[in-house]
């Protein structure tokens, strides 16, 4: 019995792919030839040599031609499609943070998103798998998630948000405290839907468990990326003091911030994250 | 059917039948074209060469998903499924080439040679 995968690894030279990836390759076509000389033989016909009328060179071609791009974003998602969303999601939450936006200019805002999000939804069949599967559906999990901080912050002072919740996670967990408890709440509740959106677009595009959850995840991503990280920075910065030590602020921060939200996305992600839902 | 059909024919229905085949169960790359072989009567014939580039380009277009699972004789093998995307490209698929064989039957009168 001829070892396959030493065959076909040795015709293969010329195929240029990450080591995994090509590795997977020589194992399916050296899985394909084996089954072929099995049938041959069982069939009592002589094995043909199959192995040597196959055109390795313009396979080689063809199979990277066929993944390339896979795993990573296409020059169009990198130069045109994400740097805009980036922009238009920036300047949103600029907005956002500022109490003086009209909003007129908020209304605005969320059009272009939206505008952008379809027309990149319509051109989802050129894009490839990580965009189609995490970026697109994390970025309309996003917008989603944006225009719900938006709407509750026609309720709620956005500002007294930043300052008491981010600064001082602790005091949410104190029931007799001040935070704007209800703020908090309100936008935890929502992740669930978030959750779901971005889990049950990923899974549309074809998107694995893990794709669907970070999918889901992103506007809890980027919040946690943006209160956890830069808050704390600009508080030192202009000089706010915290009320505890850094520990308990850390602490305390992780819970309200990481796996409160992280709990609350995948219960909205788990009906989309069953392997018999990418089957579907 | 007896006769086998050029490559370039072949090449062009072979997402149709690959989609075809996958909706009814994963597969993995040997039995598609085994099977593909056999309903066709060995009309359409796809070789090593042909059928993985198609198989990784519908994978990258997230028709398919590939994962690895042994076979009833044990050995690991990547099976193909589709995703909801592959399903939902079916019924488009196969209404286009419908029409194109109709429009083909108006101009040559194909179904009566």
């Avoid at chain 1, 520990?247 to 819970?255: E, F, I, K």
């Avoid at chain 2, 086998?4 to 229905?13: F, H, M, V």
């Avoid at chain 2, 398919?64 to 076979?71: M, S, T």
Wanted: charged content about 20%; overall charge positive; glycine content about 6%.
């Amino acid at each position: 019995m001829p070892d396959w995968k030493k065959l076909v690894e040795e015709r293969l030279t010329t195929l240029r792919l990450p080591p995994s990836a090509k590795q997977d390759v020589v194992a399916e076509l050296a899985a394909h030839l084996e089954d072929s000389a099995s049938a041959d033989r069982a069939s009592n016909e002589p094995v043909r040599p199959a192995i040597a009328h196959i055109p390795w060179c313009k396979l080689a071609n063809a199979i990277e031609h066929s993944k390339r791009e896979q795993g990573t974003m296409n020059r169009r998602s990198k130069t045109f499609w994400f740097p805009a969303m980036a922009i238009l999601f920036a300047l949103g939450l600029i907005l956002l943070l500022r109490d003086s936006a009209a909003v007129l200019q908020r209304l605005i805002w969320m059009a272009c998103m939206a505008m952008l999000l379809c027309t990149a939804a319509s051109e989802a069949k050129r894009l490839n798998r990580r965009t189609r599967c995490f970026w697109l559906p994390g970025f309309v999990s996003l917008t989603a998630a944006s225009v719900w901080l938006f709407d509750i912050d026609i309720v709620y002072d956005p500002s007294l948000f930043f300052r008491q919740i981010s600064l001082h996670p602790q005091d949410l967990l104190r029931w007799n405290s001040a935070s704007p408890r209800s703020f908090y709440f309100m936008w935890l509740i929502a992740q669930v839907a978030f959750g779901a959106l971005g889990a049950f677009f990923s899974s549309r595009a074809g998107g694995t468990r893990s794709a669907r959850f970070l999918a889901g995840a992103f506007p809890a991503m980027v919040i946690v990326g943006t209160y956890v990280g830069l808050v704390p920075i600009t508080a030192r910065i202009s000089g706010q003091a915290f009320t505890s030590p850094l520990a308990a602020y850390l602490g305390s921060a992780m819970l309200v911030w990481v796996a409160a939200p992280a709990i609350a996305v995948l219960a909205g992600a788990s009906p989309f994250l069953s392997e018999s839902n990418i089957a579907r | 059917m007896s006769k086998r059909i050029r490559s370039k024919i072949a090449r062009g229905s072979g997402e149709l039948a690959v989609l075809s085949l996958l909706a009814e169960q994963p597969l993995y790359g040997f039995e598609i074209a085994k099977r593909i072989g056999e309903r066709t009567g060995g009309a359409l014939n796809f070789t090593l060469a042909s059928l993985y580039p198609l198989l990784y380009e519908m994978e990258k277009r997230g028709w398919l998903v590939g994962y690895w699972q042994p076979n009833q004789a044990g050995r690991d093998r990547r099976y193909y499924r589709l995703t909801a995307a592959g399903r939902g490209q079916l019924a488009p698929l196969r209404q286009e080439w419908r029409s194109f064989f109709q429009a083909l039957d108006a101009l040559a009168g194909v179904s009566h040679a």
